[in-house]
């Protein structure tokens, strides 16, 4: 009797372990090229140099779940920034850069805390026909479209062919959580998309606040839409994303902008993909409007390894200051840019 009561009891027992098992994965990826630009220093010098994070920025994450039963888990994500031609951290310098949180997970949807992406970064990347590449995208024209914020509760619920979030965060930044003042660096936002057969679109809200206790009444303010429909091998992108920003040196405007794109993506085979698109700004307070065009080809050696060649040109107006890597970045304001990046990415 002994001997059968205990085997029962370690039979619980593995089975209360086995139920509480945690499934974690390792993931990552590893992004590495050379890029050529033009008229990249002041005195209308081109450059030659090795460039990380092209089409995605490198990475290595840690994605586990845990089933706690009553069709609720506990899920958790650390995920990793890095630049490969040098091995630094990215994000200035965090460990966790990309991401950092721990929740739950249901039939509701889920519930997580930490470091996270903002709403822009969830929805809008779907209607980006470069998908948010850390060079060449819609990120030249806007970094905020990836924006993190840190100190962040999260909802997300999946509903079909409806996906929605919203955050809040106490701090987007370090400067946040100041004891007597809830606004400063605070950051909200939400975003829902809609999918069925070949139609997407989607649309999301941001706003933080300023990041010290005399500019928490200010906000930089972003709302984008986007839109894509597939026909066949073909897949059509458009987006537009409107911009309030008071977070601006004292006597300077406020910046307001419109931002435009359109594009498309072209299965030419099941290896090789080729995508086209232009992105414009429309500054409200000048007329520093730039525009930039990108052309991507990406060739598929095998399911995780692939090649890519990326060319791109910036069209500055009236003195504006955009490079292919961003407002300010490696360009003579008034001046335009060509540049093309050719590398290969390894996803594990």
Do not use: C
Request: proline share 3%.
């Amino acid at each position: 009797m002994k001997t059968k009561l205990l085997l029962a009891g370690a039979g619980l027992l593995a089975a209360g372990l086995a139920h509480a098992q945690t499934n974690v994965t390792i993931y990552g990826i590893a992004d590495a090229g050379v890029e050529f630009l033009t008229n990249a220093g002041g005195d209308d010098d081109n450059v030659f140099r090795m460039s990380s994070g092209n089409l995605s920025g490198s990475r290595i994450g840690f994605r586990g779940t845990e089933d706690i039963g009553g069709g609720l888990k506990g899920v958790f994500l650390l995920e990793n920034g890095f630049d490969i031609d040098t091995g630094a951290l990215g994000q200035n310098g965090r460990l966790f850069g990309r991401q950092a949180y721990v929740g739950l997970q249901g039939d509701f949807g889920a519930i997580t805390l930490g470091r996270q992406q903002n709403a822009l970064y969830d929805v809008i990347i779907k209607y980006d026909p470069m998908a948010f590449a850390s060079r060449y995208s819609a990120l030249s024209h806007d970094p905020l479209f990836t924006g993190r914020a840190d100190n962040a509760i999260k909802y997300t619920g999946n509903f079909g062919p409806v996906i929605a979030t919203a955050f809040y965060s106490f701090g987007r930044n370090a400067d946040g959580e100041v004891p007597g003042s809830t606004k400063v660096s605070r950051n909200v936002g939400a975003g829902v998309a809609y999918a069925s057969g070949p139609f997407g679109v989607g649309f999301a809200y941001d706003q933080f606040q300023g990041n010290t206790v005399a500019t928490a009444g200010d906000s930089a303010r972003r709302m984008a839409v986007g839109g894509s429909y597939e026909m066949g091998p073909v897949k059509g992108f458009v987006g537009y994303r409107w911009l309030k920003d008071e977070l601006v040196a004292a006597g300077t405007p406020n910046v307001r902008s419109n931002m435009y794109w359109v594009g498309a993506s072209w299965d030419a085979s099941p290896a090789l993909k080729l995508t086209g698109v232009v992105y414009h700004t429309d500054r409200r307070d000048s007329g520093a409007d730039p525009t930039s065009l990108v052309l991507s080809a990406d060739y598929a050696l095998s399911k995780r390894t692939d090649v890519y060649l990326t060319v791109g040109h910036a069209r500055n107006k009236s003195g504006s200051n955009l490079g292919l890597n961003g407002f300010g970045s490696s360009i003579i304001a008034g001046e335009n840019q060509s540049g093309v990046i050719a590398g290969v990415r390894h996803r594990f």
